[in-house]
């Protein structure tokens, strides 16, 4: 499975960006697809994620209510919208896989990794 990420940029903060990101490869469900990001000398952390079926998604505290993770069955890819983006926000931003669901990529237990797009929000 490979993962192709899109969508990374510079914005002004308030501004949106729409990330994407989309799967190649052998699937199966219940695969789970999500985001995760690292900022210049931070641990990478959970973002998003969403399960196949696009159910319950899961999202990290600090962006409840400006992030918006969706996914596309038919095209494998997860999508995820980012409004009133903030500085704090800056981050190389990964999308990731887990062949055994939702639960599993929320935890950070994830089988795949796709390279990451750098996400800068001017204060």
């Known amino acids: 499975v490979q993962l192709q990420a899109f969508g990374g940029g510079l914005v002004q903060a308030g501004g949106s960006l729409r990330l994407s990101c989309a799967a190649s490869?052998?699937?199966?469900?219940?695969?789970?697809m999500g985001w995760f990001r690292q900022a210049p000398g931070k641990d990478r952390e959970f973002v998003a994620a969403?399960?196949?079926?696009?159910?319950?998604?899961r999202y990290l505290d600090s962006v409840k209510g400006r992030f918006t993770i969706s996914g596309d069955t038919a095209k494998n890819t997860v999508y995820l919208q980012m409004n009133s983006l903030k500085p704090a926000d800056t981050a190389v931003y990964y999308c990731?896989?887990?062949?055994?669901?939702?639960?599993?990529?929320?935890?950070?237990?994830?089988?795949?990794w796709g390279k990451g797009t750098l996400v800068t929000v001017s204060s």
């Open positions: 990731a896989l887990s062949q055994w669901g939702l639960a599993q990529v929320a935890r950070g237990s994830v089988d795949y």
């Open positions: 490869g052998r699937t199966f469900s219940p695969y789970g």
């Open positions: 969403i399960s196949r079926g696009g159910s319950s998604p």
